[in-house]
């Protein structure tokens, strides 16, 4: 199985912050297709999880810009440009270049 | 638009099978590459993969829990049923259906507790 680390577990920010979370692979996450399947979902409390990021960089539909993805290979980054009270959650990256799928532990990101 | 819902008993003994419903609207489960999955979050814990269905009936599953899973499709009826045998307290979780292997779109998650 493809282990995802994330990093840090925990993200006390100050609003209009920026905040950066990083997620490592324990292989590379390039498929066959030249795609790479990684994904960032956010998840608020009581809510499900939503896409945020897919294939590293692309924000999904009605996802503010101010959220972005980066990297490659293995190491790979979601930052989000200006923090507001909204994205107090918990954010997972995931991967589903190999099966089975796996998820990050998770990052909460809390408001200073 | 998308949108799926998950359905099934809230609460389940040990050693008993559950079984979960996900009914969704907005797509249909014979287009190509289309596919249903679920996934499962214990209270206060992360997510984790279970299973996922395509549209071609290709069936994946996670390895540690595969001898237990099984997913099924009803194109006719818009459903994916999962059903989990000998389930133990350790199964207590919100289980989540989502459309495709991208996640793209949730449900809004069962509860299911499992206890005597």
């Known amino acids: 199985d493809i282990v995802m680390t994330q990093t840090p577990l925990s993200s006390p920010v100050t609003l209009g912050q920026p905040a950066s979370i990083s997620c490592r692979s324990s292989?590379?996450?390039?498929?066959?297709?030249?795609?790479?399947?990684l994904s960032w979902l956010q998840q608020r409390p009581g809510q499900p999880p939503r896409l945020l990021i897919y294939?590293?960089?692309n924000r999904f539909s009605g996802v503010p810009d101010r959220f972005s993805g980066s990297g490659a290979g293995t190491d790979f980054t979601l930052k989000i440009s200006r923090v507001e009270a909204e994205d107090v959650g918990v954010y997972y990256c995931?991967?589903?270049?190999?099966?089975?799928?796996?998820f990050g532990q998770g990052t909460r990101l809390e408001i200073k | 638009q998308i949108t799926l819902k998950e359905s099934g008993p809230t609460l389940v003994k040990p050693t008993q099978t559950l079984t979960l419903t996900c009914t969704f609207s907005?797509?249909?489960?014979?287009?190509?590459?289309?596919?249903v999955g679920w996934i499962r979050q214990p209270p206060g814990k992360a997510l984790e993969w279970l299973a996922l269905?395509?549209?071609?009936?290709?069936?994946r599953y996670s390895p540690s829990l595969k001898s237990r899973l099984t997913i099924t499709k009803d194109t006719s009826k818009n459903q994916v049923v999962l059903t989990m045998t000998n389930m133990d307290p350790v199964d207590t979780a919100t289980y989540y259906c989502a459309h495709s292997a991208g996640f793209d779109y949730w449900g809004q998650g069962t509860l299911v507790t499992v206890s005597s």
């Open positions: 294939k590293i960089s």
């Open positions: 907005g797509f249909s489960l014979s287009t190509s590459g289309v596919g």
């Open positions: 292989q590379s996450l390039v498929h066959s297709d030249g795609n790479t399947y």
């Open positions: 995931t991967q589903a270049t190999q099966f089975p799928i796996t």
């Open positions: 269905i395509y549209w071609d009936d290709d069936k």
